[in-house]
């Protein structure tokens, strides 16, 4: 079992930046691929970001590509989400998962464990 914690949601105007945070707990951090998704009202759950669990390899939704960084400190079982040039249309509550099989898919189903969310909400 492992428990995920995000922080670093709130409110924030067009064009500037957030820095989300997920710090794990329980079970080895490094065994996990960690992902990031967000869900808008009246919209599915989907894919923004994950990573590997050494951080090697990452993979992003198109629409984000160059805004988004996700990385990971495995010394801290944290794993981070750096949203730059914010818009209004990001505004969702950002979740973040965990998966323990090999693979870092973008499937939400794929993944075993989430976070409670965080809100982000974009102001224009």
């Known amino acids: 079992q492992v428990q995920l914690v995000e922080s670093g949601g709130e409110l924030v105007q067009a064009g500037g930046s957030l820095r989300l945070s997920c710090a794990a707990s329980g079970r080895t951090f490094t065994s996990y691929v960690m992902g990031w998704f967000r869900q808008a009202p009246g919209k599915e759950r989907e894919f923004v970001s994950a990573?590997?669990?050494?951080?090697?390899?990452?993979y992003y939704a198109d629409s984000l590509k160059g805004r988004f960084t996700i990385s990971r400190d495995n010394a801290k079982n944290t794993v981070y989400l750096q949203m730059n040039s914010l818009k209004p249309e990001d505004t969702a509550v950002y979740y973040c998962?965990?998966?323990?099989?090999?693979?870092?898919?973008?499937?939400?189903?794929?993944?075993?464990?989430w976070g409670q969310g965080t809100q982000v909400t974009v102001s224009s």
């Open positions: 998962a965990a998966r323990t099989n090999i693979g870092v898919p973008s499937n939400p189903r794929e993944y075993d464990y």
């Open positions: 990573i590997s669990w050494s951080g090697s390899r990452t």
